[in-house]
């Protein structure tokens, strides 16, 4: 599972890397501003069990 959260929002950030996720290490697209990217977060969904 993917996920993007903006840049310097660390309390978003919190609760993602809370939930499991990671810095995928990969780039998301341009924003609007043309310099700043969201950052990329994933969470394998193997790791979950019910």
């Known amino acids: ?7 310097g ?3 978003a950030t ?4 809370r939930h499991g996720f990671t810095d995928a290490g990969e780039p998301s697209d ?3 501003d043309g310099v700043g990217r969201e950052r990329v977060m994933a969470k394998s969904l ?3 069990t019910m």
């Open 1 to 7: 599972m993917w996920l993007s959260v903006m840049p």
């Open 9 to 11: 929002s660390h309390r």
């Open 14 to 17: 919190a609760l993602c890397e």
């Open 30 to 32: 341009l924003l609007p």
């Open 46 to 48: 193997a790791a979950v």
